[in-house]
């Protein structure tokens, strides 16, 4: 006659799963690593609409101008008397920077026209006012 054993112990079938959460938690810290955050402007502008509006390459230098007089440079505010001078610290770190001043639509002119008038005054001739369609 034949024996079967049979043990007493019965081997159960399990799934390890600290390598799978190894890599997945790799993973996640990969693509938080990786991501880029783009930080929006400061201010909220509603541009005026232009009929012939095109796109320019992206600038350098970005002016801000609401509509309630404030002028934003490098995401803080500035007063019209330091334009000039910032403009000039961006140009020694960038030479062939280039200027886009975003105006609001109800801006004041004479403060855009100032605007435009300091960054000139700082030897910046490529300059470009923001307008488009939305």
């Known amino acids: 006659m034949a024996r079967r054993k049979h ?3 019965e ?9 799978m959460l190894d890599i997945v938690f790799i993973m996640l810290i990969f ?3 990786t991501t880029s955050f783009v ?7 509603n541009k005026p609409e232009a009929s012939q509006a095109t796109k320019k390459p992206s600038a350098n230098i970005f002016i801000g101008v609401s509509n309630t ?5 490098e995401n803080r ?13 961006m140009l020694a770190e960038a030479p ?3 200027v886009l001043i975003q105006a609001d639509q109800e801006a004041k002119h004479g403060l855009v026209v ?10 910046i001739d490529k300059i470009s006012v923001s307008a488009g369609n939305e």
């Open 7 to 9: 043990s007493s112990v």
């Open 114 to 123: 100032k605007v435009l008038d300091n960054v000139k005054a700082a030897g």
């Open 96 to 98: 062939e920077a280039a």
């Open 11 to 19: 081997e159960e079938a399990e799934i390890d799963m600290t390598p």
């Open 31 to 33: 693509f938080i690593v």
């Open 39 to 45: 930080k929006p402007s400061g201010l909220d502008y």
């Open 69 to 73: 007089g404030i002028i934003m440079m």
């Open 77 to 89: 505010q500035v007063d019209i008397e330091r334009v000039t001078a910032n403009v000039e610290r």
